[in-house]
Nanobody
Framework: QVQLVESGGGLVQPGGSLTLSCAAS????????MRWFRQGPGKERKLVAS????????TYTDSVKGRFAISKDNAKKMVYLQMTSLKPEDTAVYYC????????????WGQGTQVTVAS
């Protein structure tokens, strides 16, 4: 059974840093684009960052460019989101997602981890 398990969330002051982790227990990460989404209070879930299984190319939503960095370790089956210069508007539940690159593979979501940025 595929599981994505996020960790690393918590309460941090504005300007602080956090690193989120996503453990993808049974996935071959090269077969997926791994993505981080977030959903703030009363808001829609939105894509924050992605990293391609083809070539490790990355994308970011404009609001986090220069502050967040997505990375992965294929051997450890881990995906990371380094978040710096955090702002109150970054407060959200952050979700890890595996988006398949090949037909026949499923898409998977983690349960989410709460990030709260407040003084």
């Amino acid at each position: 059974q595929v599981q994505l398990v996020e960790s690393g969330g918590g309460l941090v002051q504005p300007g602080g840093s956090l690193t989120l982790s996503c453990a993808a227990s049974t996935l071959t990460l090269r077969y997926y684009t791994m993505r981080w989404f977030r959903q703030g209070p009363g808001k829609e879930r939105k894509l924050v960052a992605s990293i391609s299984g083809f070539d490790n190319s990355t994308t970011y939503t404009d609001s986090v460019k220069g502050r967040f960095a997505i990375s992965k370790d294929n051997a450890k089956k881990m995906v990371y989101l380094q978040m710096t210069s955090l702002k109150p508007e970054d407060t959200a539940v952050y979700y890890c997602n595996a988006d398949p690159l090949y037909v026949g593979l499923g898409s998977f979501w983690g349960q989410g981890t709460q990030v709260t940025v407040a003084s």
